[in-house]
């Protein structure tokens, strides 16, 4: 069993960064690959990025090379660090955790067994 708990949202301006925290309790930490994902008002969720066990990262195109994630397997932590923010990346923002060891982390929502509440990102124009 695995328990999420994003932090790190809030207000930022068009062009400015934002780092969000997601921190994990369960013993399986270390072996699971860890995702963010988002859901806009009136749009479905979609992926952003995502982590294996062993650090190697995927991105959806629309942030590649603006987002940046990252984990801690000593402090069960993973971020996402968002730089050049739009106002597009507004959204609630939500991390998962698939277990199972595997090279590439899954870009699929039904592949994560766990869920945080989400934490709001806002950026205005």
């Known amino acids: 069993q695995v328990q999420l708990v994003e932090s790190g949202g809030g207000l930022v301006q068009a062009g400015g960064s934002l780092g969000l925290s997601c921190a994990a309790s369960g013993r399986t930490f270390s072996s699971c690959a860890m995702g963010w994902f988002r859901q806009a008002p009136g749009k479905e969720r979609e992926f952003v990025g995502a982590i294996s066990w062993s650090s190697h990262n995927i991105y959806a195109n629309s942030v590649r090379g603006r987002f940046t994630m990252s984990r801690d397997n000593t402090k069960n932590t993973v971020y996402l660090q968002m730089n050049s923010l739009k106002p597009e990346d507004t959204a609630v923002y939500y991390c998962?955790?698939?277990?199972?060891?595997?090279?590439?982390?899954?870009?699929?929502?039904?592949?994560?067994?766990?869920w945080g509440r989400g934490t709001q990102v806002t950026v205005s124009s």
């Open positions: 998962a955790a698939a277990e199972g060891l595997t090279v590439v982390p899954p870009r699929e929502e039904y592949k994560y067994n766990y």
